[in-house]
């Protein structure tokens, strides 16, 4: 049942979209099954152009420990587990950064 309704969901939100962006190169082939027009479709791929980074220099000296994350604050990304991990990670090391 929930499979069928969030096809639904796809093919209505595919039906009214101008564009159709995507991560990975991957998904494409699902959003064409579940009735995306290939047309719209459009991938911008995650990750960090390292090029341009290259010549940033590293900070020097001890670093604290530093744990990040990265993403929307949806249920599906799980942000309580990585709130609990964090409660965890400042448990065993009270001195580590946390960001969000």
């Known amino acids: 049942m929930w499979v069928d309704t969030f096809t639904c969901y796809s093919r209505a939100c595919y039906h009214a979209a101008a564009?159709?962006?995507?991560?990975?190169?991957g998904n494409q082939q699902f959003q064409i099954e579940d009735g995306?027009?290939?047309?719209?479709?459009?991938?911008?791929?995650?990750?960090?152009?390292?090029e341009r980074f290259a010549s940033v220099a590293r900070a020097s000296g001890e670093r604290r420990p530093t744990v990040a994350l990265i993403g929307r604050v949806v249920p599906i990304k799980d942000v309580k587990t990585f709130i609990r991990a964090v409660a965890a990670l400042r448990r065993m090391i009270p001195t580590s950064q946390r960001w969000c």
Do not use: H, M, R
């Open 36 to 50: 995306a027009d290939a047309a719209k479709l459009e991938i911008i791929p995650n990750g960090v152009d390292y």
């Open 19 to 25: 564009k159709i962006i995507t991560l990975y190169g």
